[in-house]
């Protein structure tokens, strides 16, 4: 007989994920992967379609995007689809708040630094 995973468990083991991977944010030790991570896609050819879907992903940001996506979901699906496009509008919006609210609260450098160099602080570049 087959084994099934209880609501509780998959709960319980996606909080315990995340909790590993929390720690390992916030000790330093996936900065080295998220530099490999930036180096790896910045070094990858998307060919044409993929620069052009980058570029309108960068350019009009999650916001937009996702929200077109969630409205085109509510104005064309059938009920299941509004139902889903109607869940993801509100987690879009939660993990955007809590997202941006986390980042305010709890900072961590960047893999890479980013603007123009700046010749008084040559460790920068």
Not at 77 to 101: H, M, P, Q, S, W
């Amino acid at each position: 007989m087959r084994y099934r995973i209880t609501e509780m468990e998959a709960g319980l083991l996606s909080l315990g994920l995340f909790a590993i991977v929390t720690l390992l944010v916030f000790s330093g030790r996936l900065q080295t992967a998220d530099a490999q991570g930036a180096l790896l896609v910045n070094g990858h050819d998307l060919g044409d379609l993929g620069t052009i879907l980058m570029q309108l992903f960068t350019n009009y940001g999650r916001e937009l995007v996702w929200s077109l996506l969630v409205l085109v979901m509510l104005l064309f699906g059938n009920r299941n689809t509004k139902i889903i496009g109607l869940e993801l509008g509100v987690l879009f919006l939660v993990g955007i708040l809590v997202g941006d609210i986390s980042k305010t609260l709890l900072p961590r450098p960047r893999p890479f630094p980013t603007g123009p160099p700046d010749p008084e602080n040559p460790e920068r570049d």
